[in-house]
Each structure stands twice: as structure tokens, then as C-alpha cells.
């Protein structure tokens, strides 16, 4: 059974630092993997879609990375603004057929100015 | 592309009603996914449309839960005698079945309170 992690649950910074955000996944055998940000009471928005045979994906100041192999993905955050306050989830797709994404618990970001 | 719409964006009810909520996937897409998530919870999977079918089913939608996708447009997921347990965020989202790499976009969620 496919089981995904974040770490940390919880992470403050203040504005302009780099940071990074973990997600681990158990079965390696996945399609892709999805980073989402999600506001307080609302939906999630897709950020970067990773799939199985790319290492990275970039998108203005988040670069995401897979190490399938291992079983981990990055995310990445240069130079982060208040307005990157948010939960950050990690969700991975078993296969093409286009079944359920699997999601982890997400890592909540508070960017102090 | 106007993005995956949902209603309503809150429900209150009472222990026992009958609820129905509403999805409109992004009009190109043919995959469309229930969700549904607790506080400090990642979202679950409840079910998965390809076009009008049906074709996965969570264990966690019991039998009060039943989906529908009449012509393969927008869907409906209705939850018959609501329980207290069934407060949550529920959120519909949508892919192409070809190309897109199955990303997908969700909606901004309906909020179910019962009380």
C-alpha cells in the first residue's frame, strides 16, 4: 500500500530564505507526482507536476526534483514572501489509468516579514 | 478554461438529511475525482469518473455515498442520512485523459457541516 510523508509538518521562515520541503513515498512504482498549495478553508492548486521519468520541474521560484529510486521528492522555495504562507501538499499517481492521487499530510508554511 | 466549479461552497445540515453536492470538471476533460478531506488531513480518494463510467470506488464511500455523471459532464455525489462523521471538505477534480500527464485541478470545495 502506497503511503506518503511530509516532513516537516510545520515549518517558519522569515521572508527571503530559501527552503526546502520533503515528501517520501513508499512504493516506487508511481506515474507521477503532483506538489499542490492549498489556502486556509480552500481548494488545492496545482504547482508542479513531476513525471516518473524527470528528475525536476521548474516554475518561476519552486523547482521540485524525484528521486524515484529512493522514493523522495523536493520541493523548492527561493526567496520566500509572505505570500507563500500556505499548505503544501505532495500526491503521487499509481499508475496511467488515472486512478486516485495519493496524498500526504501536507507541511504548513508561515513566511514572517 | 474556466477551471473545475463546485456547489455549493457550504452546506449546513441536520444529522439524517440527505445532501447532494455538484461538479463542473474543466470542459475538455474527460477524468473526473471525488475527494474528500478532514482538518490537518491530506485528501482522500472517493471515486473516479473516466466519461460517464464509474470506475473506481473507495472503500471509504459506503453505502450512503453514491456519485453519478450523466453524460459524462458534471457530476453530482449525494450522501443519503448524514452522520456527524461525514463533516468534511469535499472536493472534485478534474483531468485530461490524454496528454496532460493526468494532472490534476481541483475545485475550491464544498464545506458540509452536520450538525
Known amino acids: 500500500k502506497q503511503e506518503v510523508t511530509q516532513i516537516p509538518a510545520a515549518l517558519s521562515v522569515p521572508e527571503g530564505e530559501n527552503l526546502v520541503l520533503n515528501c517520501s513515498f513508499t512504493?516506487?512504482?508511481?506515474?507521477?507526482l503532483q506538489w499542490f498549495r492549498q489556502d486556509p478553508g480552500k481548494g488545492l492548486t496545482s504547482l508542479l507536476l513531476?513525471?516518473?521519468?524527470?528528475r525536476e520541474q521548474t516554475s518561476g521560484r519552486l523547482n521540485a526534483s524525484l528521486d524515484k529510486s529512493s522514493g523522495r521528492s523536493t520541493l523548492y522555495i527561493a526567496a520566500s514572501q509572505p505570500g507563500d504562507s500556505a499548505t503544501y501538499l505532495c500526491?503521487?499517481?499509481?499508475?496511467?489509468?488515472?486512478?486516485?492521487?495519493?496524498f500526504g499530510k501536507g507541511t504548513t508554511l508561515s513566511v514572517s516579514s | 478554461d474556466t477551471g473545475v466549479s463546485q456547489n455549493p461552497r457550504h452546506k449546513i445540515t441536520k444529522r439524517g438529511q440527505n445532501v447532494t453536492f455538484r461538479c463542473d470538471p474543466i470542459?475538455?476533460?474527460?477524468?473526473l475525482y471525488w475527494y474528500r478531506q478532514t482538518l490537518g488531513q491530506g485528501p482522500e480518494f472517493l471515486t473516479y469518473?473516466?466519461?460517464?463510467?464509474?470506475?473506481?470506488k473507495s472503500r471509504l464511500l459506503s453505502d450512503r455515498f453514491s456519485a453519478e455523471r450523466p453524460k459524462g459532464s458534471f457530476s453530482t455525489l449525494e450522501i443519503q442520512r448524514t452522520e456527524q462523521g461525514d463533516s468534511a471538505m469535499y472536493l472534485c477534480?478534474?483531468?485530461?485523459?490524454?496528454?496532460?500527464?493526468?494532472?490534476?485541478?481541483f475545485g475550491p470545495g464544498t464545506r458540509l457541516t452536520v450538525l
Open positions: 477534480a478534474s483531468s485530461r485523459g490524454t496528454g496532460g500527464f493526468g494532472e490534476q485541478f
Open positions: 512504493d516506487s512504482a508511481i506515474y507521477n
Open positions: 513531476i513525471q516518473s521519468s524527470q
Open positions: 500526491a503521487v499517481v499509481r499508475n496511467q489509468a488515472g486512478t486516485a492521487l495519493i
Open positions: 470542459s475538455e476533460h474527460n477524468r
Open positions: 469518473f473516466q466519461n460517464e463510467a464509474q470506475l473506481e
